[in-house]
């Protein structure tokens, strides 16, 4: 027998997968990005089908945000005793800031759950859906500041130089919602419990954000230094990244300094998401 006969045919090794790697969860993100015509119409699709047959369509959206904002704003002020004039824009700004924080996480949470058509159909990047929420919500928000427009227009708030400052403000406000939207849309889709749970405590910290009363020297001399418990809270200080610069106050910066703190650690934690479960998300739903 020839010795080539004996040898033992070794077969090649298994060539490794990279689907777990951060180069697939960047590239992802990147060709996610590239596909824009696609998000942004799947976007702006589902905001015509909300409001599909309707005779205001999307204008529905700055009324009913407008009137919340009012009736809350004119409530709240005498509960407290501020001026309309005062608080009116006080207010109006912290709602639609909240609207598109709360809509954020809330429809994030569920964004991989509710399209399990388009994921297992549609060869595209995960990403592309997560976009599409962002998007969403830039146009809600859009609809939405119309109504403080119209409050500068009547009240003439004090507004300066500083409001520039809104810019940096929404492209932070951009960045979270992206990730947020990684973390908690990966997360919910493997427990959905996450997903009511997250509404739950959203619920919540809408009253603990000064959104409907305000933190303050009136305030303080009411409620005594715990007040300032407050500051604990991270979207707090989102708010007023936001909501300062617009009604002309001087923003301290360890607000922008918490925000870029929770989203550096944020974005780390959806990279890492994206690194792990990016690839299971088409099994999970």
């Known amino acids: 027998m020839s010795v080539a006969a004996n040898e033992r045919v070794i077969p090649p090794a298994p060539e490794s997968s990279d689907?777990?790697?951060?180069?697939?969860?960047?590239?992802?993100?990147?060709?996610g990005l590239y596909n824009s015509e696609l998000w942004l119409h799947l976007g702006w699709t589902d905001i015509k089908q909300r409001y599909k047959r309707s005779v205001l369509g999307p204008?529905?959206?700055?009324?009913a945000t407008g009137v919340t904002a009012i009736a809350m704003g004119i409530l709240y002020g005498t509960l407290f005793g501020f001026t309309i004039k005062e608080f009116l824009p006080y207010v109006i700004l912290g709602l639609i800031f909240w609207?598109?924080?709360?809509?954020t996480v809330l429809d994030g949470s569920v964004v991989f759950s509710t399209n399990e058509g388009l994921i297992k159909q549609l060869p595209a990047p995960i990403s592309v859906h997560v976009y599409r929420i962002v998007w969403r919500q830039l146009i809600i928000f859009a609809h939405n500041i119309v109504i403080f427009l119209v409050v500068v227009a009547v009240f003439?708030?004090?507004?300066?130089?500083?409001?520039?400052l809104f810019f940096p403000a929404m492209a932070l406000f951009v960045l979270n919602a992206i990730w947020v939207t990684i973390v908690f849309g990966i997360l919910s889709?493997?427990?959905?419990?996450?997903?009511?749970?997250?509404?739950?405590?959203v619920q919540l910290a809408f009253f603990m954000t000064p959104i409907i009363?305000?933190?303050?020297?009136e305030m303080g001399n009411r409620v005594g230094s715990r007040a300032r418990l407050v500051e604990l809270n991270p979207l707090f200080h989102y708010i007023e990244i936001t909501r300062g610069p617009l009604l002309g106050e001087h923003v301290e910066f360890y607000h922008w300094a918490v925000v870029i703190g929770c989203t550096v650690v944020g974005c780390a934690a959806a990279m890492v998401i994206m690194r792990n479960?990016?690839?299971r998300v088409a099994y999970w739903v």
């Open 59 to 63: 204008l529905w959206i700055t009324i």
């Open 277 to 279: 479960f990016r690839s």
């Open 189 to 201: 889709t493997r427990f959905r419990d996450i997903s009511q749970l997250t509404t739950t405590i």
């Open 213 to 217: 009363w305000k933190l303050g020297p």
């Open 99 to 103: 609207n598109f924080i709360q809509n």
């Open 156 to 164: 003439r708030p004090p507004i300066t130089w500083e409001a520039l």
């Open 19 to 31: 689907s777990r790697t951060f180069r697939r969860a960047v590239a992802d993100l990147v060709d």
